[in-house]
């Protein structure tokens, strides 16, 4: 009997061994188990909030781009070119992004419309986000009148309209078309809209303004003066005391042939073009062409390129029996009161919308300015997240 009972207390000493064995062994199992299960969680979390974080800084490259592209004169490039983007943005330590713009190249209006790539990225673990998206600027307007275009003249837009009285089918509108009233008889390629008030109302530049001198940053600069005689083989170009190129004609100017010029041309009466091979480029962030009175062609195959923002308080005029001209404005044509009646079967307008060009900033005093754009908003037709 004795010894039936002590083999029994050895057995269950045994078991209770084996068993506080097999529950540490458990509990280590267990206890590995959660440490593994906290090192996956902890790296699932840290890879999640690295990709939100370089997603995040990819998108902000996007708003970077777009804001730049809204407001132009806000880039000091030194040059009249386009934002193309800018290289390692720093955010928040490591994380960094890169954006790169180009015009888009094909459709009715490439010039309404950018491809961008934004790359977010965090140098210190390679983790990276693209995100390529495509904005169109909405209304991108190319063209603005304040009257009517009643013409036979083929006049093509490439970008938006904005009218407010009729509108001739003798147009082609490579946009859309916002008319207050009247009759829109103009082939539009994009969409209709009547809508009062217009979308956009131009900034209403004064000759006078430009008389005699004008302001950059808070310093004053000279305007140089162009003759009232009939003008040929000008070349115009800014100076160190007119860096924008400013150049003001106190009463109507008369452009005959060969007129080259780097700059602004004030006019303070009527403009007439008798001849051809006339070309206006503005300079950064200012007009290329303000008139007081009437852009006038009066004489057969007189001819105005014109690059930047041109604004016509009157409107534009054809002498009778002129037949052949052409008018090639890239930027933003502004007709402030009226628009164009007339009839010439040889003529061809052409307006291409482009905002960097067409973006003015104006002195009104060394202190105060005013920022003008032909661009009411943009929206992002397309993104793709790689």
């Known amino acids: 009997m004795m010894m039936i009972e002590k083999k029994i207390n050895r057995f269950s000493k045994g078991s209770a061994l084996v068993v ?29 909030t690295d990709q939100i974080s370089v997603e995040l800084a990819a998108r902000a490259g996007m708003e970077h781009a777009r804001s730049f592209i809204m407001r132009p004169w806000d880039v000091d490039l030194g040059t009249d070119a386009y934002w193309r ?17 180009t015009q888009a190249a094909s459709g009715y209006t490439p010039e309404c419309n950018y491809d961008i790539v934004s790359v977010g ?3 210190s673990n390679n983790s990276r986000c693209q995100i390529k998206s495509q904005l169109r600027l909405d209304p991108a307007v190319a063209m603005w009148v304040g009257g009517v275009w009643l013409t036979n003249i083929e006049t093509r ?39 009062n008030p217009l979308p956009l109302s131009p900034i209403s530049i004064k000759p006078e ?23 040929n083989n000008l070349n115009l170009s ?19 042939s060969n007129n080259h010029i780097k700059g602004t041309v004030i006019v303070r009466d009527k403009c007439y073009l008798t001849g051809g091979n006339n070309y206006i480029n503005s300079t950064r962030n200012f007009p290329a062409l303000v008139i007081g009175d009437e852009l006038c062609f009066d004489s057969k195959g007189a001819s105005l390129q014109v690059s930047g923002l041109v604004e016509i308080t009157k409107g534009i005029s054809v002498e009778h029996l002129v037949k052949k001209f052409t008018l090639d404005v890239t930027g933003c044509l502004v007709i402030l009161e009226n628009g164009f009646i007339g009839l010439a079967d040889e003529a061809k307008i052409t307006v291409r ?31 793709k997240r790689e």
């Not at 064995?21 to 996956?40: C, E, H, N, Q, Y």
């Not at 983007?85 to 713009?101: A, P």
């Not at 916002?178 to 969409?191: D, L």
């Open 20 to 48: 506080v064995l097999l529950v540490v062994m458990v509990t280590t199992i267990l206890a590995l188990s959660f440490i593994r299960s906290s090192d996956s969680e902890v790296t699932i979390t840290k890879n999640l």
């Open 85 to 101: 983007g800018i290289h390692s943005c720093q955010l928040d330590g490591n994380i960094k992004y890169n954006v790169s713009v």
């Open 353 to 383: 919308v482009d905002p960097a060009k067409a973006a003015v900033q104006i002195w009104d005093s060394p202190s105060l300015h005013r920022e003008w754009i032909n661009v009411c908003g943009g929206y992002f037709k397309t993104f």
């Open 157 to 195: 837009i490439y970008g938006d309209l904005c009218a407010h009285g009729s509108v001739s089918k003798s147009t082609t509108v490579y946009g859309d078309s916002f008319i207050t009233f009247g009759i829109n008889r103009a082939e539009v390629k994009g969409s209709k809209v009547k809508q």
């Open 238 to 256: 800014p100076s160190p005391s007119n860096p924008a190129g400013v150049f003001y004609c106190d009463g109507s100017l008369r452009l005959g």
């Open 121 to 123: 990225y965090n140098t």
């Open 209 to 231: 303004d430009y008389s005699s001198s004008y302001y950059i940053n808070g310093n004053t600069y000279y305007v140089e003066t162009i003759d009232t005689s009939l003008q």
